[in-house]
């Protein structure tokens, strides 16, 4: 495959992007060693802003699969690990993600503009789909990954045929339609799967070919049956609203949009008019809340739920709204381009997450298979590839304009705190300046019906965060492999585990029993609040408030701080630790070695105090962390509405290594309490706080300090100790 760039002079001409969350890599340069040092390289001198610019990124992250080509091109093998599929669709699975990618620059540039070895991925189809091939990809199945991939296949075929179906000879062309012809005959899980029968009817359509219409149209039907309003939909019939509402469910209605409003299927029983407002209508609802999980200064998305490996897929809902010609109210294209933007380039610039061949890894901000879901294969990461969807629009058209600069997004559409009945959140974006200013998420409601690997971490933790990531389980012992950050741990085994090393479990939320957004009543009351219960065993019964601050306590700033409130009852004796915000736990200098004590020069560290609680005083016991991503902290407040308040501890709990999604090296701060059994309820207060980025200017110390001063409000209160 051949590749693109630009030249030196349109790079100079192009604007240097908004405020870059990281600058050009220093330790890679041209001339460093190794596949993954010039992919890296060749992305951080990119400045990510134009289209020639774009097309250019598509093709260093795709050039390093080329290597990894079988020798009849229709498999990528990527790696020796393995998804909960066979090894030929994980192959497969290579071959095809990359044209998520391909596509689009072949659909908006000529064929021999667009950099794309066309023949290369024809060879492969030939070979892939000859029952007789040695690189045959097999027929698929029920519930099959094979039925995945065959999505960005009809999705070529569908819009430029000319490339990828006309120059094939008629042998191929009949056994690639008998191959995609099983998408009509196979069971697919009841939730976005039914999109890629759509996209193989629309291509098979498209060529002529055997296809269903009735098919194309009960798949979609059932997406009317998810729809929850204002947006939002289900992905089936789960408690899960995470990305596949974003890059999945709506960025294939738009795709759709796209394909079924083009010459070919315009006016006929391929297009419904109906269906095409609708899709346009719901996508431009969900903007005005899904920009609320990205960070409006660094593009960074809040990380949550599952699939998170497949990263910068994340930006390809506002490429698909451009795509589709979709017009959100007060958001200029200028706008939805700089979210598209800054999210490309929060995720290009980071050396981390490629391997050393400069394939894309399993991992999120760095490579971590400690993170990864069981149908993670070293090809799935190139879901990625969806992001590049707006390079479909060609060259002139107003979206690559310079008429149409990235623009960032107006304060008017960020309000803060913004609840989300749809996914059960309470978004929260800091009043503060950047590099400080910190989105993040309450959250409580949600959680997957499915065995999946580390469900209650990506679901059920009480906050998410764009700056700080969360953390995954390492292992089943201890609070170190627990890594239990923005979440209430319990243990009923914590202290024999310290005697004998039998014990020290824990158990985190999964699934609650109940969850519901709460709101202060009267005219211009901002007062907000996430209610959640759960039980951590029959004899635990957890009842937990979430509160956003409002307003600038003294010393901090709206959104520095939110408040927990747990009212727990247990027939057992139990110990808690209540988790902040995980944080990179090396130092900024010097040979990066983990946080300890308190460094007065650098201003980072970590600090612990520990005294008698004593509520007429107001002094807290409290655990803080400052490195160079942010300052992270947690306060226990003495306070119950009845009963006597337990005795808390405070303590740094430094996670075992790979347990953070954002870093490799991790730490937390905790409060811990000893809870023995009686009918009364105990209450405990905390408050967590959080500053992202570092500098001299942030005050932090003044507003950590303000902790202090932390109440429960007066509106929420009243209804607490009823």
């Known amino acids: 495959m051949s590749e693109y760039s630009s030249s030196t002079s349109s790079l100079e001409a192009v604007p ?4 870059p969350l990281q600058p050009p890599i220093p330790a890679a340069t041209e001339s460093s060693s190794g596949a993954a040092a010039k992919t890296a390289w060749k992305l951080s001198m990119n400045p990510l802003a134009s289209h020639p610019d774009i097309l250019s990124a598509l093709h260093t992250l795709l050039a390093p699969l080329d290597s990894h080509l079988s020798a009849g091109a229709a498999r990528v093998k990527l790696g020796h690990t393995s998804g909960h599929f066979d090894d030929t669709a994980a192959e497969l699975e290579g071959f095809a993600r990359r044209l998520w990618g391909a596509v689009p620059a072949g659909i908006g540039l000529p064929e021999g503009e667009d950099g794309i070895d066309w023949d290369a991925y024809m060879d492969g189809i030939e070979h892939g789909i000859d029952p007789n091939d040695s690189e045959y990809w097999g027929e698929a199945v029920d519930k099959d990954q094979r039925l995945v991939e065959m999505a960005p296949i009809g999705f070529a075929l569908a819009t430029m045929p000319d490339k990828i ?21 196979r069971l697919t899980p009841n939730n976005n799967w039914h999109f890629f029968r759509v996209f193989v009817n629309l291509g098979l359509c498209r060529v002529g070919a055997q296809h269903s219409l009735t098919g194309l149209h009960a798949a979609l039907d059932n997406f009317e049956e998810w729809y929850l309003g204002d947006g939002w939909y289900s992905d089936g019939a789960t408690q899960q609203r995470d990305y596949y509402i974003t890059f999945a469910i709506h960025f294939y209605s738009l795709v759709y949009v796209y394909i079924v409003t083009q010459p070919f299927f315009a006016g006929s029983r391929w297009s419904n008019p109906d269906r095409i407002e609708r899709y346009k209508l719901r996508a431009a609802l969900m903007a005005k809340d899904f920009v609320h999980w990205f960070d409006p200064d660094t593009g960074a998305s809040i990380p949550f739920g599952r699939s998170l490996t497949y990263r910068f897929a994340i930006a390809s809902f506002w490429g698909a709204l451009a795509l589709a010609g979709v017009e959100v109210e007060g958001m200029s294209l200028g706008v939805i381009k700089g979210i598209w933007l800054r999210n490309l380039r929060w995720w290009l610039w980071k050396k ?47 979206f690559w304009s310079p008429n149409t600069p990235e623009l960032p997004i107006p304060p008017s559409h960020l309000p803060s705190p913004h609840p989300i009945p749809n996914s059960h959140m309470i978004i929260v974006h800091s009043s503060r300046p950047s590099p400080s200013a910190h989105t993040y998420a309450l959250a409580s409601g949600q959680y997957a019906g499915f065995v999946m690997r580390h469900s209650a971490e990506k679901y059920g933790k009480l906050a998410y965060s764009a700056t700080f990531g969360f953390c995954v389980p390492t292992g089943a012992y201890g609070l170190e492999q627990a890594a239990p950050d923005c979440t209430l741990a319990i243990s009923d085994d914590a202290e024999s585990g310290n005697e004998n090393g039998n014990g ?35 004899d635990i019964d957890v009842q937990t408030w979430l509160v956003p601050v409002t307003g600038d306590l003294e010393g901090s700033k709206e959104g520095d701080w939110h408040i927990r409130i747990h009212r727990i009852t247990t027939g057992r004796e139990i110990w808690t630790s209540d988790g902040g915000f995980s944080v990179r736990a090396q130092s900024s200098v010097g040979s990066q070695r983990r946080l300890t004590g308190w460094a007065e020069e650098q201003d980072e560290g970590i600090e612990v105090q520990n005294t008698e609680t004593d509520a007429a005083e107001r002094v807290t016991t409290s655990a803080v962390i400052r490195s160079s991503v942010g300052t ?41 309490h000893h809870l023995t059994p009686r009918e009364e309820p105990y209450w405990l207060l905390l408050g967590v706080f959080a500053l992202s980025g570092k500098s001299k200017e942030d005050g932090w110390r003044d507003a950590w300090q303000a902790g202090a001063k932390l109440v429960v409000p007066e509106w929420l209160a009243g209804t607490l100790s009823k």
């Open 16 to 19: 240097v992007p908004m405020r």
């Open 632 to 672: 992270t902290g947690i306060v226990s407040v003495p306070w119950a509405p009845s009963g006597e308040i337990p005795t808390p501890s405070a303590r740094v709990i430094h996670t075992a290594p790979n347990s953070s999604i954002m870093f490799s090296q991790s730490a937390l701060p905790a409060i811990t």
């Open 165 to 185: 179906w006309k120059p094939l000879i008629p042998e191929t062309k009949m056994q690639l339609a008998t191959w995609l012809l099983a998408a009509n005959q």
């Open 504 to 538: 020290n479990h824990w158990r985190v939320r999964r699934v609650p029993l109940d969850a519901k957004i709460i709101r202060e009543e009267g005219e211009g009351a901002k007062g907000t609040a996430l209610y959640s219960r759960w039980d951590a065993w029959k």
């Open 352 to 398: 981390e997450i490629f391997n050393g061949d400069g394939t894309l890894g399993i991992g999120y901000a760095y490579n971590n298979l400690n993170m990864a879901e069981a149908y993670n294969s070293p090809g799935s990461p190139y879901w990625a590839m969806k992001a590049f969807i707006p390079l479909a629009l060609k060259p002139d058209h107003p």
